[in-house]
């Protein structure tokens, strides 16, 4: 939920916030990526709520501070940016447009899904390469936490895909 004082401010800072990207995935942005969870503006005072893929993020830091520039950068002087666990992050917060950013980027963007996700949506992913879907999980533990390791037969190319959370 976004409150403001204006629809036009609220979409201003939004679209500041959008230019912080993602360090992992340096061509998506933080709110494609889903982690931006409110922006309350009183007062000239600015509140960001965000939350992290995972608890243990070794970003997190690096966000907040760079979430905090980027609405600094608008005029703003009183300038909070919180990470909290309200709101629960999944997979499913990621934009379509962000989909579409981590395909390009390479990788095989998550597949949404209802309730609880489970490793049985890692079987049946579609190369971001060739879109082919003759492809198979190699091991669903990739570089990173977030990230399974596959392999498609048509392109013979090795790809990651972010894990559905």
Not at 45 to 63: D, E, K, W, Y
Not at 67 to 77: I, M, N, R, S
Request: aromatic residues 6%; charged residues 25%; negative net charge.
């Amino acid at each position: 939920m976004v409150t403001a004082i204006s629809d036009t401010e609220t979409d201003r800072i939004m679209e500041a916030i959008a230019q912080v990207m993602d360090p992992e995935i340096p061509v998506l942005s933080v709110v494609d990526l889903g982690i931006i969870t409110d922006v309350l503006v009183e007062n000239k005072r600015v509140r960001v709520m965000m939350t992290p893929t995972f608890s243990g993020c070794p970003a997190i830091r690096l966000m907040e501070k760079q979430v905090k520039e980027a609405v600094e950068g608008l005029g703003y002087v009183d300038v909070t940016v919180e990470t909290n666990f309200d709101t629960t992050w999944s997979s499913n917060r990621i934009s379509d447009k962000g989909r579409e950013i981590i395909r390009n980027f390479g990788l095989a963007p998550p597949p949404k899904y209802k309730d609880q996700p489970d490793l049985s949506l890692l079987q049946h992913t579609a190369c971001p390469h060739c879109n082919s879907e003759n492809t198979t999980m190699k091991t669903p533990f990739g570089p990173t936490l977030c990230r399974s390791m596959h392999y498609c037969y048509d392109c013979l190319q090795a790809f990651e895909q972010f894990k559905p959370i």
